[in-house]
């Protein structure tokens, strides 16, 4: 976890989460570097998934930040993103 950079005092902790595919990692064409609505979705999973495994209240002011970058896409990418985030 980290600071917050607000100035605003927050009882519990906020969960970002950015999911990326390497550009060799998917089965469909090349990504961009940027994300896609795909990729923000997944985010967004991800994140709603960790808001209820951590015990935000823990972490007053906190961001937690979570990096996933897929390698290899096989079917089984967001499950495994959630458990190696939430250990």
Do not use: H, N, W
Not at 24 to 29: E, L
Not at 60 to 82: C, F, N, Q, T
């Amino acid at each position: 976890p980290r600071q917050a950079q607000s100035d605003e005092f927050s009882q519990q902790a906020r969960v970002q989460c950015e999911f990326k595919y390497a550009p060799f990692g998917a089965r469909s064409a090349p990504r961009s570097l940027q994300p896609d609505a795909d990729e923000r979705d997944t985010a967004a999973r991800v994140a709603d998934a960790l808001q209820a495994a951590v015990l935000l209240a823990k972490y007053p002011k906190a961001v937690i930040d979570v990096y996933v970058l897929v390698l290899e896409e096989d079917g089984a990418a967001v499950p495994a993103a959630i458990m190696c985030a939430s250990t």
